[in-house]
């Protein structure tokens, strides 16, 4: 079933449900109030008849003249009986003549033992009120009549309510449909815009309306969806392109290289400079594949990471003998701010190998892009973060440059003739947002630059 018809139907039970307890509360105060209004006039009407026969003493032709009396004085209610029994239940009174006037001995014992009895008696309604004379003699007035025009009053309320709820409820199945349908068009037109978005158009955006009710967050939240997916996009479409760029520079410099040598006859020695050559771009390529394998795996989220608690001075004297391995003649000073009371200061919970990498990055680079070759590794920590900051006195990087250098495949022009693909610290940039650390850069070109890392320790 459709919301907007759910909706609907849910409006119009509520409405439907307060019209009729409303109705109700109406026709049964109404109906009380009319019987007790007449119970009252019936009683005036006894109490009236009772004093005047008290004042003539019910003699035969009093009655006759109060009977006149009634019949030209006072509206007569519609089968109207006042009638007069004394002590004995025998009739002393009535206020039309007739043969016969039937009323149990049971209700006349009820009158005197409570002194004043209401009752129905089919279309009747009745009153009993007891009266006593100056001698003492208790007399029973009994009053019945039918009230036709309070009735008819009560079946024209009735019917009005019927026809109000019939047409209330009319009305109300007639909004709510065009109500439900109105509060839900914004999401029906989301929903035929979100319908128009495809990979290709992720640039389009929904109509964010106000901009403060739910819809509208709703269509913000939506937005914000298609922005990190467009990123993605885009990082995935650049990530295939610059891979294949880096990788077919390489690989054309190796087909030359061969080209070449097979041009003509070689002797032994030369064969070997050439291969030789070959083997360096060999491993050039290898250590490509493995800078493009990092940054696609640290694009790659998942909770399977292993990470435990990891020395991050121990890792730094660790990154400090691969990178010196690799190149004999860079030198790395690592040098503690402070000597920690607490090993677990200067310990973070974290992937060792990943972490690695990082310094392995940072020490690399401060040596390559340094005249002197040398860097220096400080280990600092406060109370709640353990900070490793690398610094160089090397080409520095341009303040304009400095919020591109994290991004995959950027590189500084002053940095061109330095070899690098501009993987690595886009890399360390993922692996530190994993471990919830930063990593910052203060750099000034031609200067130096030092490289920060912040983790949260132990
Ligand atoms: P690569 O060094 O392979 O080019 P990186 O991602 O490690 O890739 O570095 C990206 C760019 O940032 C480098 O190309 C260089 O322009 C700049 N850069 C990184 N480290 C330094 C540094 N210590 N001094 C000067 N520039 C640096």
């Known amino acids: 079933m459709q919301i907007r018809t759910k909706i609907a139907i849910q409006f119009t039970i509520i409405i439907a449900a307060i019209l009729i307890i409303f109705s109700l509360a109406i026709y049964y105060t109404s109906e009380n109030f009319r019987k007790q209004e007449f119970y009252k006039r019936l009683t ?137 349908g109105q509060s839900l068009k914004p999401i029906a037109d989301i929903n ?50 610059n891979a294949s760029h880096e990788l ?19 002797t032994t020695d030369e064969y070997k400079i050439i291969l030789r050559s070959l083997l360096i771009d060999n491993q050039r390529l290898i250590q490509l594949t493995n800078g493009l394998l990092q940054l696609a795996k640290s694009e790659n989220r998942d909770n399977t990471l292993v990470m435990k608690p990891t ?10 003998e691969e990178v010196l391995n690799q190149n004999s003649d860079y030198k790395i000073l690592i040098d503690f701010d402070d000597i920690p009371d607490d090993d677990e200061w200067v310990s973070a919970n974290g992937n060792e190998a990943l972490l690695l990498t990082v310094f392995t990055n940072l020490l690399e680079n401060a040596c390559k892009y340094s005249q002197d070759h040398q860097a220096e590794a400080k280990i600092k920590f406060n109370d709640k973060h353990c900070i490793v900051a690398v610094k160089d006195n090397g080409i520095g990087i341009a303040a304009s440059e400095l919020g591109k250098i994290f991004e995959p495949f950027y590189r500084t022009p002053n940095a061109s003739k330095y070899r690098g693909h501009g993987i690595g610290l886009s890399v360390c940039r993922r692996i530190i947002d994993m471990h919830q650390g930063k990593i910052d850069v203060i750099s000034e070109e031609g200067k130096g630059s030092t490289f920060i890392v912040t983790l949260p320790h132990l």
């Open 44 to 180: 005036d009407r006894a109490v009236l008849t009772a004093g005047l026969l008290k004042e003539l003493k019910i003699t035969e032709k009093d009655k006759k003249k109060l009977r006149e009396a009634n019949k030209t004085f006072l509206t007569k209610l519609n089968a109207e009986k006042v009638l007069m029994f004394n002590e004995k239940n025998e009739l002393v009174y009535a206020s039309y003549e007739a043969n016969s006037f039937l009323f149990s001995p049971d209700f006349l014992n009820q009158v005197r033992k409570q002194k004043y009895v209401e009752n129905i008696d089919w279309e009747n309604q009745v009153i009993g009120q007891m009266y006593e004379d100056e001698e003492k003699k208790s007399y029973v007035v009994v009053a019945s009549a039918s009230d036709k025009y309070g009735k008819d009053k009560l079946k024209n309320i009735r019917d009005t309510l019927v026809i109000s709820f019939i047409i209330g409820i009319l009305l109300t199945i007639f909004l709510g449909v065009i109500f439900a």
């Open 192 to 241: 035929e815009e979100i319908t128009n978005i495809t990979a290709y158009n992720l640039k389009q955006k929904l109509n964010t309306g106000n901009n403060k009710d739910e819809i509208a967050q709703l269509a913000i939240n939506f937005n914000q969806m298609l922005e990190r997916l467009e990123r993605s996009f885009e990082f995935q479409k650049s990530f295939v392109s």
């Open 248 to 266: 077919r520079t390489p690989l054309a410099a190796i087909k030359s290289e061969i080209q070449i040598a097979l041009e003509n006859n070689r």
């Open 311 to 320: 020395r991050l001075d121990e890792l730094l004297f660790k990154a400090q």
